[in-house]
């Protein structure tokens, strides 16, 4: 698991805790999906 190796090379400086999450590289990933398979459109954000 990744955090598990970031943990390892840090918790020398101090205790490391893990909480979950809410899962974005899924999420991320299942909006993509959904923009190629034309299930939604592609929001464009102006800077």
């Known amino acids: 698991m990744f955090t598990e190796m970031i943990a390892d090379r840090v918790k020398f400086i101090a205790d490391v805790k893990v909480y979950p999450g809410e899962d974005e590289m899924i999420a991320l990933a299942q909006g993509g999906l959904r923009v190629l398979t034309g299930e939604e ?7």
């Open 41 to 47: 459109e592609a929001q464009v954000y102006d800077n």
